[in-house]
């Protein structure tokens, strides 16, 4: 067993550098059969940061729960419990940020990735195409209930994606995203 992860620690840190080993960062306890390694908890989040093009919005857990919201269910795959998660689409806050799809973004669209982080600094990525409405079939939203009630430990702000298989890039105790071009 040890021989294994260590394999596979050196072939992510070989091929994606260190950051690569942060997609364990965010496991649930018992998901790494037991080896899990203590770290601080994050602190919880109370608001996001949500940069377009230099320009950083920052929305309170307020501002967001004020905005019109989405629910959506999923299958959690690390729980394996279906849960229902109310939120903003991303999409939807791109857009007041000051991100428009329109004719004249389009080109700019396909070509811009969201970096998104938490407060222990765990972060994804998503195509901009993945979270906006009227180019992909799942929703992306910045949750701020699961099942009705607050996200308990996971703060007060999640990103989840009804479109991954794997809760592997939803962000528990969102702080940030932002917008940046692949050119």
């Known amino acids: 067993m040890c021989k294994r992860m260590f394999a596979v620690c050196a072939v992510a840190m070989c091929v994606g550098g260190f950051g690569a080993l942060a997609v364990r960062a965010q496991a649930p ?13 994050a602190a919880p989040s109370t608001s996001l940061t949500l940069t377009v093009d ?4 920052v929305f309170s857990t307020a501002d967001l729960k004020a905005l019109p919201q989405k629910t959506v269910k999923v299958h959690n795959e690390h729980t394996k419990m279906d849960e229902s998660y109310s939120g903003v689409p991303v999409g939807d806050l791109l857009a007041k940020a000051g991100f ?3 004719p004249a973004t389009h080109r700019e669209m396909l070509r811009s990735f969201l970096r998104v982080e938490g407060t222990d600094k765990y ?18 939203l910045v949750a701020t ?14 990103l989840i ?7 592997q890039r939803w962000v528990r105790n969102l702080a940030a ?3 940046k071009s692949a050119e």
């Open 29 to 41: 306890a018992g998901a790494m059969g037991g080896m899990e390694m203590a770290k601080p908890a």
């Open 54 to 57: 230099g320009k950083a919005t």
């Open 100 to 102: 428009v799809v329109i």
């Open 123 to 140: 972060w994804v990525l998503y195509s901009l195409t993945e979270v906006e409405g009227s180019e992909h079939d799942g929703d992306v």
């Open 145 to 158: 209930s699961m099942d009705g009630k607050g996200l308990g430990a996971d703060g007060e702000l999640k």
């Open 161 to 167: 994606s009804t479109g991954d298989k794997k809760p």
């Open 177 to 179: 995203i932002t917008v």
